[in-house]
């Protein structure tokens, strides 16, 4: 593995992994197992990962004395539905998005809304 090379040092090292969510299961596991070695073998390793909420507990079951800072909370939600309805109004308004049944652009709304999982 490159990192075991590049890790070779007594200062500290820093490892961002950004977007977990969007690997498949397979590749997180891969990954996971990966970073488990990584970690075992370099203490000076510093590990951030990223994800949407439901991988919360994959995570912390993988790396339970990673320390969790959510960004789960209720106003984002309300945030996320005013950037929704803002740009579907918009798209609308302009013609990029032509529906001919109104109640479709309340489907699409619910789920760009469910899907957004707080992001």
Do not use: W
């Not at 339970?64 to 950037?83: C, F, K, Q, V």
């Not at 990029?96 to 809304?113: F, Y």
Request: proline fraction near 3%; charged fraction near 30%.
């Amino acid at each position: 593995m490159c990192f075991k090379h590049v890790t070779h040092t007594s200062k500290p090292f820093y490892l961002v992994i950004d977007g977990m969510d969007e690997c498949e299961k397979l590749e997180r596991d891969n990954l996971f197992s990966a970073l488990s070695c990584l970690r075992a073998e370099r203490q000076n390793m510093r590990l951030f990962l990223s994800s949407r909420e439901s991988l919360f507990k994959e995570i912390c079951s993988r790396f339970p004395s990673l320390e969790h800072i959510t960004m789960d909370n209720p106003g984002a939600r309300d945030d996320i539905i005013t950037y929704i309805d803002g740009v579907l109004q918009e798209k609308t308004d302009n013609k990029t998005l032509i529906v001919g049944d109104m109640g479709l652009v309340t489907e699409i709304r619910e789920a760009l809304v469910s899907s957004a999982d707080g992001m």
